[in-house]
């Protein structure tokens, strides 16, 4: 089972070092992490999707503890079951034929992803897609049948819903 936690840091070049080295320490797979500004000026807050289905539940409490022990860090969550929403970014850069291209087309028009054309050649397509990471990888393995030429994918971002 994934666990999602947020912390909310002051802006500092160490921090996100301090975060991976306990974590890492600690043995927790880290799935991604995201770190940007927030709605408060001299912060940042960092997403942590952490893979550890083999770790208890007390094991991840004490990794909380352990994370609001650290420096500038002003607060954390764990929000894994807590009401929330979950986005994350794939881009992928796809060579196609004219008829994988309108395969393409029909595929995410016809799809529930939030999928939109970045860019459109005559025989390459960058497309953009937001949604819940179980999304992106179900798109991506559709794709995979296509030949990609370049895929990058964003950290899991969240917010609790209250």
Known sequence: MNRTISVLVEKDSGGLLRIISL?????????????????????????????????EMDQAYQLTKQLRKLLNVVSVEDITALPSVHRELLLIKLQLNPIERNEI???????????????????????????????????QKLLEKYKILELIRTGEIALTRE
Do not use: M, W
Not at 125 to 133: A, F, G
């Open 23 to 55: 974590l890492t320490r600690r043995k927790f797979h880290i799935e991604s992490i995201s770190i940007a500004g927030c709605e408060r000026k001299y912060y940042e807050r960092v997403t942590i999707v952490l893979t550890n289905s083999n770790k």
């Open 105 to 139: 087309i029909n595929l995410i028009k016809n799809f529930e992803f939030r999928t939109k054309i970045i860019d459109l050649t005559e025989s390459i397509i960058i497309l953009e897609v937001i949604t819940d990471s179980r999304k992106v990888i179900a798109l």
